[in-house]
């Protein structure tokens, strides 16, 4: 849930408790009275059981302490503030000053942001890290900072993607053919799928849950940690492990109320987000370890589909070649610098 001021104060001062008494008497009048000079929003769309809210909550205590009380973040999760394109939306406006977008949501804006999450690019975590904290990842921060975002180095994880459904397990591609299945607003996500074969339709996260319930889609693709905290196994029986692409969270801040800090509180808070982030990472990998068992006890029945049938769909769709030539060889070659050959 979100941080309220009060809950703030008190862990605040339960962490001045060890301080001398003097020190205590001069940092009292500031915590418990003053307003801080700066307040960011943070809006989200995940659960606030999810490891990234968890997270979020702790820098968002980390960032009033270390700043004496003149920086405040307000977590806003699950959709309080609207969903992903309206959320995307105000971060660029202004309304809204941290937003948490997924690589394939923001590439409406940034189009390399895409590229992490090409069809079966990844096949482990420590291509992704590579990629995401090296020279492809610095591009792609690059390129959000033309459309005036500033961006935290660390991008937090989301996970591989698997696909669940409400009417048969996914073995092999052919399975898919014709499956009524929901994926992000994306250009990614639509692509990708109707070269599978599938009948893809773009929604919100925010409309994911009823549009399964009321069986306007039959399927949807997330990692496990969201089909478990958006209950998502209450309307969908079959998962399959397909890993098919990878998905996180570049934390991205309004330009202009960036520029606004001072660089010591730049420091703070870029510091606290990418702790933050690399200690969601290490949460996350745990959580995927267990959460299989969790969802099999829920009632889910899961099956582990490999790789071939579907990365030989997409080269025959021509999946790879299409997409290859809309990032352009330079990105191209830093996805393969850590992710191999891609196609």
Same mark, same amino acid.
């Given at each position: 849930? =979100?941080? =309220?001021p009060?809950?703030?104060?008190? &862990?605040l001062?339960?962490?001045?408790s060890?301080?001398?008494?003097?020190?205590?008497?001069g940092?009292?009048?500031?915590?418990?009275?003053?307003?801080?000079?700066?307040s960011?929003?943070?809006?989200?769309?995940?659960?606030?059981?999810?490891?990234?809210?968890?997270?979020?909550?702790?820098? $968002?205590?980390?960032i009033?302490?270390?700043?004496?009380?003149?920086?405040?973040?307000?977590?806003?999760?699950?959709? @309080?503030?609207?969903?992903?394109?309206?959320?995307l *939306?105000?971060?660029?406006?202004?309304?809204?000053?941290?937003?948490?977008?997924?690589?394939?949501?923001?590439?409406?804006? $940034?189009?390399?942001s895409?590229i +992490?999450?090409?069809?079966f690019?990844?096949?482990?975590?420590?291509?992704?890290?590579? *990629?995401?904290?090296?020279?492809?990842? /610095?591009a792609?921060?690059?390129?959000? $900072?033309?459309?005036?975002?500033?961006?935290?180095?660390?991008?937090? /994880?989301?996970?591989?993607? @698997?696909?669940? +459904?409400?009417?048969?397990p996914?073995? +092999? *591609?052919? /399975?898919?053919?014709?499956?009524?299945?929901?994926?992000?607003? &994306?250009?990614?996500?639509?692509?990708?799928?109707?070269?599978?074969?599938?009948?893809?339709?773009?929604?919100?996260? &925010?409309?994911?849950?009823?549009a399964l319930?009321?069986?306007?889609? #039959?399927?949807?693709e997330?990692?496990?940690a969201?089909?478990?905290?958006?209950k998502?196994?209450e309307v969908?029986?079959?998962?399959?492990?397909?890993?098919?692409?990878?998905?996180?969270?570049h934390?991205?801040?309004?330009?202009?109320?960036?520029? =606004?800090?001072?660089? #010591?509180?730049?420091?703070?808070?870029s510091? *606290?987000?990418?702790?933050?982030?690399?200690?969601?990472?290490?949460?996350?990998?745990?959580?995927?370890?267990?959460l299989?068992? /969790?969802?099999a006890a829920?009632?889910?029945?899961?099956?582990?589909?490999?790789?071939?049938s579907?990365?030989?769909?997409?080269?025959?769709?021509?999946?790879?070649?299409?997409?290859?030539?809309?990032?352009?060889?330079? $990105?191209?070659?830093?996805?393969?610098?850590?992710?191999?050959?891609?196609?």
């Amino acid at each position: 849930m =979100s941080q =309220s001021p009060l809950f703030s104060r008190r &862990s605040l001062l339960r962490s001045f408790s060890a301080l001398p008494a003097a020190g205590l008497v001069g940092a009292l009048p500031r915590l418990a009275h003053a307003a801080p000079e700066f307040s960011f929003k943070f809006g989200n769309n995940l659960p606030v059981t999810h490891p990234l809210n968890v997270r979020a909550n702790e820098v $968002a205590v980390r960032i009033a302490s270390e700043s004496k009380g003149r920086m405040e973040i307000k977590v806003f999760p699950n959709n @309080q503030l609207g969903g992903d394109t309206d959320m995307l *939306a105000q971060v660029r406006s202004g309304g809204l000053e941290i937003f948490n977008p997924g690589t394939m949501v923001i590439a409406t804006l $940034a189009p390399i942001s895409a590229i +992490t999450a090409v069809g079966f690019a990844f096949s482990h975590y420590e291509q992704v890290w590579s *990629a995401v904290d090296g020279k492809l990842g /610095d591009a792609i921060r690059a390129a959000f $900072a033309k459309v005036g975002l500033y961006t935290f180095d660390k991008m937090w /994880d989301n996970g591989f993607r @698997q696909i669940t +459904t409400s009417t048969k397990p996914i073995k +092999t *591609a052919a /399975d898919l053919e014709g499956l009524k299945i929901r994926v992000p607003v &994306s250009p990614m996500g639509i692509s990708l799928f109707k070269s599978l074969g599938a009948s893809p339709t773009s929604l919100q996260f &925010s409309e994911v849950y009823s549009a399964l319930q009321t069986k306007v889609v #039959d399927a949807q693709e997330n990692p496990l940690a969201i089909v478990q905290t958006a209950k998502l196994y209450e309307v969908q029986k079959f998962c399959s492990v397909t890993n098919h692409s990878w998905d996180g969270y570049h934390l991205v801040v309004n330009g202009r109320a960036w520029k =606004s800090l001072p660089d #010591d509180l730049k420091t703070i808070v870029s510091r *606290a987000f990418n702790e933050g982030g690399l200690q969601q990472r290490e949460d996350l990998r745990k959580l995927n370890e267990s959460l299989q068992a /969790d969802l099999a006890a829920k009632g889910m029945a899961f099956n582990t589909a490999a790789p071939d049938s579907f990365r030989a769909q997409l080269q025959k769709s021509g999946f790879y070649s299409e997409w290859k030539n809309k990032f352009g060889g330079e $990105a191209w070659s830093l996805l393969e610098a850590t992710a191999g050959k891609v196609s």
